[in-house]
C-alpha cells in the first residue's frame, strides 16, 4: 500500500514542476488567444504554424541538450564543450529556420522574419537556464523563472497596445523575445556560477554525448510526431471538421497533460540525481498519476459537454474525452518507467520500445477509419501500442535497478 505521508512527500516535490508546466501552458494559451482575437484567420494561421514550428524545435533541443544537463556528466569538461558546440549549432539552425520559415509565409519580410529568428534563439536559450534548473531540482527557482518570462511578455505587448496600436506578428515575437532576454538573466542570477564556468566549445566529447543525447531527442518527437501523423489519417480519411472534434476532445483533457508533463521533469532529474529508491519511487509516481489522471478523467468525462462549449463553442462527446483519458492514463502508467530507464542512459532502447509503440497506435488507427470508424476511436486505439510499451519498460527498468 502506498503510505499517505510518501504521497504527500511526493507531492509537495511535484508541486513546483506541475505548477512551471501550467505557467509554460498558460502563457501559450494567451498567446494563442491574442493572437486569435487581433491578427485575423490568415495572421493566426500564421502564428500557429510558426509556434508548432518552436514547440517542435524546443523538444529536439530539450531531448538533446536539456537532459543531457540532467543525465550526464556535466561538469566533465568534454561533455561541457559538446553540449555548448550542439547548444551554437542547434542556435543557428534554429535562426536560418525560423528566417526561411517567415520568408516563405510572408514573402519579403525581413523585419518579422529577423525578429522571429532571434526569438527562436533567445528560446532556446532560455530553456538552456530552464533546464539546468530541473538538473539542479531547483524547481522553485524554475517557477520564477516561468513567471518572469509569462510577466514581461504580457507586460510588453499591452505596452505595444497602447502606443503603437493593433497587434502584429512582429510585435508578438518581439514581446516573446524580450520575455525570454528577461527569464535568461533571472536564470543566469539563480543559477550559480560554477554550472556557466569553462564553456569553450569543442567537438572532443560530442561522440559520446552523441550516443546518449540523439536517441532523447528522437524518442522525445516520437510521441508529437505519432498525433501530427494521426491528425492526417483523419484528415484524409474523414474530414479536417472531425480533426477539429478530435481536438476539442484533447483540449478538455489538457490539464492532466499539463500535471504528467510537469511531473515527467520532476522525475527525469531525480532519477538521473539518484534520490531515493529507483522502486519506491517508481511505484508511487505510477500510483500516484494513474490515480489523479483516472479520477480527474471521470470528472472531466461527466462534464465533457458544458466544458467544450466553453473551451471551443461546441459540445464534446464524453466517450470521446474518455478515450483522451485512457490515452493519458497509459502514458501515465509508463512515463515514471521511461524516465527510470532514460536515467540510466538507455535511451536508444527507450526509443526503439516506443517506436514500436507509435508504429502499432498509428496502423490501428489508419485500419479502423479506412474501415468506416469514428473519430472517437481514434485515441483508445493510439492508446494500444503504449499498453506494450508500458509492460515492456517497466521489465527493463526492474531489470537494470542496482542491487
Known amino acids: ?52 514550428l518552436l514547440v517542435t524545435a524546443s523538444a529536439l533541443y530539450t531531448g538533446y541538450i536539456g537532459d543531457s544537463l540532467a543525465v550526464l556528466d556535466r561538469q566533465d ?5 559538446a553540449l555548448a558546440c550542439s547548444a551554437l549549432i542547434a542556435w543557428a539552425l534554429c535562426f536560418v529556420a525560423g528566417l526561411g520559415t517567415i520568408l516563405v509565409l510572408r514573402q519579403g519580410d525581413v523585419g518579422t522574419a529577423l525578429v522571429y529568428g532571434a526569438m527562436l534563439v533567445l528560446w532556446l536559450g532560455e530553456e538552456t537556464f530552464r533546464r539546468l534548473l530541473i538538473a ?45 532576454v528577461a527569464a535568461i538573466g533571472v536564470g543566469i542570477a539563480q543559477v550559480p556560477r560554477a554550472e556557466l564556468g569553462e564553456l569553450r566549445p569543442g567537438l572532443a566529447g560530442m561522440r559520446m554525448v552523441a550516443s546518449f543525447a540523439a536517441w532523447r531527442a528522437l524518442q522525445a518527437s516520437l510521441r508529437p510526431a505519432a498525433l501530427l501523423a494521426s491528425r492526417v489519417f483523419v484528415t484524409n480519411l474523414l474530414s479536417l471538421a472531425a480533426v477539429g472534434v478530435l481536438e476539442a476532445g ?10 504528467i508533463n510537469g511531473a515527467g521533469s520532476f522525475l527525469l532529474a531525480g532519477f538521473a540525481a539518484g534520490e531515493g529508491s529507483s522502486r519506491n519511487l517508481s511505484r508511487y ?13 471521470a470528472g472531466l468525462a461527466l462534464f465533457a459537454g458544458p466544458l467544450g ?11 470521446l474525452v474518455l478515450g483522451w483519458v485512457g490515452y493519458l492514463a497509459v502514458w ?34 489508419a485500419i479502423a477509419l479506412a474501415l468506416g470508424a469514428g473519430v472517437v476511436a481514434v485515441p483508445w486505439l493510439m492508446s494500444v501500442g503504449g499498453i506494450y510499451s508500458v509492460l515492456r519498460l517497466r521489465r527493463l527498468a526492474i531489470r537494470t535497478r542496482p542491487a
Open 250 to 259: 484533447r483540449l478538455v483533457v489538457a490539464p492532466l497533460q499539463v500535471i
Open 77 to 81: 569538461r568534454d561533455t561541457r564543450a
Open 332 to 365: 501515465a502508467a509508463g512515463l515514471p518507467y521511461v524516465t527510470e530507464v532514460v536515467a540510466r542512459r538507455r535511451s536508444r532502447t527507450v526509443f526503439l520500445v516506443r517506436l514500436v509503440d507509435s508504429v502499432v497506435g498509428l496502423c490501428l488507427v
Open 136 to 180: 539542479r531540482l531547483a524547481f522553485w527557482r524554475l517557477v520564477i523563472n516561468d513567471l518572469v518570462y509569462f510577466a514581461v511578455t504580457i507586460l510588453v505587448l499591452l505596452g505595444i497596445s497602447l502606443v503603437a496600436g493593433p497587434m502584429t506578428l512582429t510585435a508578438l515575437f518581439g514581446a516573446m523575445a524580450i520575455g525570454a
Open 1 to 52: 500500500m502506498v503510505s499517505i505521508r510518501v504521497v504527500r512527500g511526493l507531492l509537495d516535490k511535484v508541486g513546483a514542476p506541475v505548477l512551471s508546466q501550467a505557467v509554460t501552458a498558460g502563457t501559450s494559451l494567451v498567446l494563442q488567444v491574442i493572437a486569435a482575437r487581433t491578427l485575423g484567420l490568415t495572421g493566426f494561421g500564421i502564428f500557429a504554424l510558426c509556434l508548432s
Open 309 to 319: 462549449e466553453l473551451m471551443t463553442g461546441a459540445g464534446v462527446e464524453p466517450a
Open 285 to 297: 509516481a505510477v500510483a500516484l498519476l494513474l490515480g489523479t489522471t483516472v479520477v480527474g478523467g
